[in-house]
């Protein structure tokens, strides 16, 4: 403002220009300072010249009073006060001192850690540790516990789920309504804005321009897309036409389908695909975010298409409630809907129950126990990185402590001192940060590798903006926690005690440096309960992987064919229900197709043999049926045995190296003309009647067969046991049934219809999926052909779990052993620098090195050896918790706690020896002139 | 002799107070003024006049600029500003103000 302006101005009040004043005032301040910030060097300058001039007339004028010349020099400076400070004082004044002070504080920290450098790697390790570990796990958090659901208006996104107390069939709570009943909710609800619904998923064959592909397949109802706001990344959505029934048939196909199998081809919209037999219209393609709604029929395939609902299926359901109504409130409300959804039915009224939860929460509801406590976990890895570092500061700070006091002496303020530990323990932990963000990303990419579905939203899983922020606020935490308490210890002492060397430390000091050592040996007792669970976990795997299975894992490999007119799980279990199959069916697809590939596939170059069977070993899968053993009657409901029952081909028992026991595997000759033969067991032989000769005898396979069928197998032969299903448990009760005798008019042969496991024995490692493929397109046009894996991958995917656990506790029982490493480290460098002095009489009165490092090893040994005694002691109390993980391996193994006690003594020992020969090290003479 | 620190706070008094003769000083000539005008009672803590310096620098109160002494050697003298005068009325009519109070508690007390 100019003095016009002001002028002007003052007519409109005295107000105005008094804030006019403040202003000018503040700018011209501010211009001051700007112009003092540019010219600093010779405000500096300036300064000294000043108060030289003063001083040295001060002295001249005590000259002239009559005294000495020296003591004119001293009462002129006494007179005068500390000059470094005042200096200090008024450049602060000029309000740039943060600016000017910062960068020094930097440059000399940046100096300090150069001329340390295996501190200063042993710090940023450590804290890169824990803040890398922490930002990955918020990043998990964040990106699937936190972040909203990509939908419109997914903040009030909730799932309806419908339970049944006398359910029984997979997940009671998790049960579809009927399309009458989805309507009947829809229309009568006030809770919800609008309910969706998306059908029960199911497994079919799509045609691509590569062959049959297998996917996922869900319906939707026409209010889906609008509601979630979804829009097709290339086409149209379905339109109120395409949900009428009897209009063409269309679809939508997942992005992941149409990039892996169609190319990306812009083309394919218009174009007609065969799905399950029946030819489709590509109308458009959706996005892969639109995953909602557990939408996993198969865990493997991960391609989906989307048809509109014609109102004959059964749907789950998902709806927005409206604003301010709560998903307990929209819980009651339908509720009061019981007796419409079951028809009237006042039984089933009575133990219907809806459940309402945010769609988020439900989603992620079997992975946010284990996501919390591993962030638990991983904080405790924090704070405990962030305790080491601050007694690895602590010890520099003793052994710096001179230089300290010396500063202090000369001018330094408290406070100035203060800034300048702290600004090291800032550049340690952004330091930290930065590495721990490259340590993050690594663990984030690895969270990638895990197997699809594993972790619910998996794909959204990356660093954002928010995880930043968090990160800052990591490594300013980390850096208040590790670096404030050290700096204020080491500036508090007065400096002409520190100066005077009053050694020992302080009653705080040494009160402090206990709970230090507590600490330490916290931390070994912590890594030895890691290291045992680790040691045992890998026992674990080792007999997992040396099992005798009774297979041949490596030399047969399995794959899954699908037909292409698959009528699919929900086919399957419509048949079930019905009791009959849909349609006649005049050859078996075993015949038509399964049986003549067989034959063509043993003619493959490497290949020793070939067999098919309903269920493929170690995938988790089996279909179990109760059987009836002899002598027990038609009527009678007890002792009847479970069992897994597969449908085989002659060649299985000889293609998995499964031996025969008795009598003979099924053959060729049992076909659909001639009587039913089964083949069982060592596990099934033995509970059948005892003292009898299994072959020969009669069992029935009574459950859900037709009256009018025959059910009556007799035993052909016994197998030896093969572990097949869930690897850590004994064999179950296992019955192989010929393929060829399933009738097409069985509700069985559904199975069958759906997809068979082939397995191929070949000579050492053959690469024959190619070849495979090629006698499919040949043989089979269009059948879906994958899931190619040997028996010891399939193996190695079923012991996922245990990997999973060994590779946690192994990473953690890796951070707890460094934590123990700087732990003991820094206590001990931290106990030899207090007791420098105690150490330095101890020598002048005649101790030897050697006596000294073992002094300062004893400790470090007792800190160890506590620590050891409590971890081990709290694993053989904990152990039974591991007991459902282990296999082959007591919880209580000798050799694996001997193992860690040996490596955690070993290492402790190592950390120590370092601290200890610097004390052995020290000159007593040196050590007793500091005084 | 015996000699009182100064009250806390009435450094820039002071400061204004010498200056406001009109007289360009420098840092020293001020701390003798100061010495002398209360007949040797006030004491400053001579480093300090130059942080206090520094802010009525900063705040407009007082120029300086560089002249030769006496003795022929380099020295900043200080001037007064208008902005300064202004403050100097200010500063006293507060030390007035809390002078009155302080010996009104004295006497009743």
Known sequence: MTRKDEGRSAKDGSGTIRAGRCVVEWLSQLVRRFAALVRRNKLNRDLEDEMRLHRELREQQNVESGMTAEEAYYAARRRFGNETILKEVSREMWGWGLAERLPQDVRYTLRQLRKNPGFAALAIITLALGIGANTAMFTVIDSVLIRPLPFRNANRLVSIRIGYLDSHFGDPDQNPVSWPAYRELRTRSHSFEDIIGISSSDWTVIQTPQGGQKVVRATITANVLDTLGIHPVLGRPFDSKDYQSGAAPVVLLGAELWRDHFGSDPLVLGRQVRIGGTPYLVVGVLPDSFDLLDVQAEADVTSRVWLPSRGDEDFELAGIVRPGVSPQAAQAELGTFALDICGQNLQCAKSVKFIVKPSRDVMTTSVRPALLALTGALFLVLLIACVNVSNLQLARHLARRQELAVRAAIGAGRGRLLGQLMAEGAVLAVAGAAAGLGFASILIAAVHRLPPNFIPRADEIKLRVPVFAMLAIIAAVATVLSSLAPALLATRTAPEEALREASGGSITGRRRSRLSQWMVAGEVSLSAVLLVSAGLMFHTLYNLQHIHFGLDLDEVTAFEVTPANAPGYLGWLAARKSGTAPQAITESVVTRVYQPILDRLRQLPGVVDVALGSWAPFDGTAGFAMIRPPGVPETQQHGLIAAQICYVSPGYARTMGIPLIKGRMISDQDSTGTPLVAVVNETLARRLPPGQDPIGEHIAHPSRTPPTMKNDYTIVGVLGDARQHIVTQTPDPEVLLSYQQVPTSDPRYFLLASGTNYFVKTRGHVQLTNAIRQVFRQSAPGYAVDHFRTLRIALDDATFNQRLGLYLTASFAGIAILMVLTGLYGVLSQLVGQRWREIGVRMALGATNRSILQMILRQGSILAVTGLALGLIASLAGGRLLRAFLYGVKPTDAWTYLGVAVVLLSLSIGAALLPARRAAKVDPMVALRCE | ?109
């Open chain 2, 1 to 109: 002799m015996h000699q009182d620190e100064i009250p806390p706070g009435t450094l820039y008094l002071l400061i204004l107070k010498t200056l406001a003769r009109g007289v360009e000083l420098h840092g020293y000539e001020i701390a003798n003024a100061i010495q002398q005008l209360s007949e040797d009672v006030l004491q400053v803590e001579e480093g300090s006049l130059y942080p206090a310096l520094q802010r009525m620098l900063i705040r407009g109160w007082v120029t300086a600029k560089w002249g030769v002494t006496a003795g022929n050697r380099r020295a900043r003298y200080y001037k007064l500003t208008k902005a300064g005068r202004k403050q100097l009325e200010v500063e006293v009519s507060q030390f007035e103000r809390v002078m009155q109070a302080i010996s009104r508690v004295i006497q009743t007390a």
